[in-house]
Nanobody, 116 residues
């Protein structure tokens, strides 16, 4: 029962904030680097942010740098994406991904809609 489950998506106004969560189960979460990806309507899936297995290093896409923050709580087997100053172009399905060596696990996605 290896599983990643995203939550926290919804409708938010431009300039607003939202926090996404991704809960892991069925594997040793602290061994895995975690990432958030997103896929906007009619577009390819692209990387948003990554965080190392112990949380000591992060990377962000240029489009979200300074607005989004990725974090993790290994005691809770959960990775987060805090989003602020949201723009309509942030509208997408957001997916979390776990990677450890040759192993790759994906969640089912959660929809974020930024609109007035």
């Amino acid at each position: 029962q290896v599983q990643l489950v995203e939550s926290g998506g919804g409708l938010v106004q431009p300039g607003g904030s939202l926090r996404l969560s991704c809960a892991a189960s069925g594997f040793t979460f602290s061994n895995y680097a975690m990432s958030w990806y997103r896929q906007a309507p009619g577009k390819e899936r692209n990387l948003v942010a990554t965080i190392t297995s112990r949380g000591g290093g992060t990377n962000y896409a240029d489009s979200v740098k300074g607005r989004f923050t990725i974090s993790r709580d290994n005691a809770k087997n959960t990775v987060y994406l805090q989003m602020s100053s949201l723009k309509p172009e942030d509208t997408a399905v957001y997916y979390c991904q776990a990677v450890y060596r040759y192993i790759e696990v994906w969640g089912q996605g959660t929809l974020v809609t930024v609109s007035s």
